[in-house]
């Protein structure tokens, strides 16, 4: 963690004087990128020179390579403003149940809604840390079916396990004395053995107290303590509280901010969702994590964030 993550901006009067510029955001950037000074990402030289002709672009007096600050950051080569950018993240991060693309376009008067909508895709691709490290301790975990719809179909709510025309999700969550602390979503095929188990291996450490209700996928997963618990007379909101609240918020969440979540690119959202959960009592320090990731993400084509995953 940087020196800038405690003189972070607490309000928006704040976040706009301080990041009034463009040269403050590229300072803010900088200090982000390079906090013991600039190295060169060819040779590695740390002497450099600052460009005349070309913004926040710094040449290598080494080996004579020109870096921007946004190079290789999801911000590289963007038409946009990085004032935009900053407000843009500054919004999704601090906005407790997010921001669509259209509510962005009007709310920073971008000129198209693509625009609005690619710049959503690209900071919800910087909210999964790939250091992120894994639920431990005792961690809930369960599965739900998410009913989508398209333009031309009624809303039809599922029944049963099945997953035909419906978005499967498995979620987790950590708890600390009777609390939730981090979580985790993910779109999976099926309920079965080998999904459950591929899930909760990614999702927690080994040796971790595991609690379910007795849908048999979840036997056997190899290094973790399992109970299961038998439903019956007490409800899943009583023995799983917590998944339960999680997936109950996750869908009234789709429903308001994206009116009904969609199965193409699903798990960014479920990411997103993950992303302001886990942030949900530091959200003015989610703004730094958003762009502190977004500095470490590479550039994302725009073929890539367009394509169908479903
Ligand atoms: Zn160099």
């Known amino acids: 963690m940087s020196g800038s993550e405690g003189r972070f901006p607490k309000s928006l009067i704040e976040f706009q004087s301080r990041f009034a510029s463009e040269s403050a955001c590229a300072d803010y950037l900088f200090e982000r990128r390079w906090p013991g000074g600039f190295i060169c990402p060819g040779c590695g030289d740390g002497r450099a020179w600052l460009l005349k002709t070309k913004e926040f672009t710094y040449e290598c007096a080494a080996c004579g390579r020109q870096t921007s600050v946004t190079a290789g950051t999801i911000m590289h080569a963007s038409k946009l403003s990085l004032t935009k950018w900053f407000w ?3 919004l999704m991060a601090t906005h ?52 989508f719809r398209t333009k031309d179909d009624p809303i039809v709510l599922p029944a049963g396990r099945s997953g035909v025309g419906k978005m499967l999700v498995a979620g987790a969550v950590e708890v600390d004395g009777g609390m939730p602390r981090r979580a985790r979503l993910k779109v999976i095929e099926g309920f079965g053995k080998d999904e459950i188990h591929t899930f909760v291996l990614s999702a927690v450490a080994p040796k971790t107290r595991l609690v379910t209700d007795d849908w048999p ?33 996750l869908k009234r969440w789709g429903l308001g901010v994206y009116h009904g979540l969609r199965k193409t690119n699903l ?25 502190g990731i977004g500095a470490r993400t590479a550039p994302i084509p725009y073929h890539v964030l367009i394509r169908k995953t479903a």
């Open 88 to 90: 843009a993240a500054f």
């Open 96 to 147: 407790s149940n997010g921001i669509s693309a259209l509510q962005l376009q009007s709310q920073l008067g971008l000129g198209s809604y693509r625009t609005a909508w690619m710049l959503c895709a690209k900071l919800r691709r910087a909210m999964v840390n790939p250091e992120r490290e894994p639920l431990c301790g005792v961690v809930e975990a369960d599965e739900t079916i998410i009913p």
């Open 217 to 249: 996928s979840y036997n056997d997963i190899p290094d973790i303590k399992h109970k299961a618990i038998t439903l019956g007379p007490m409800a899943a909101h009583i023995v799983l509280p917590w998944t339960h609240r999680l997936f109950s918020n």
């Open 267 to 291: 798990q960014h959202y479920l990411d997103e969702f993950v992303f302001r959960f886990n942030r949900r009592r530091k959200r003015h320090a989610a703004f730094n994590t958003l762009l």
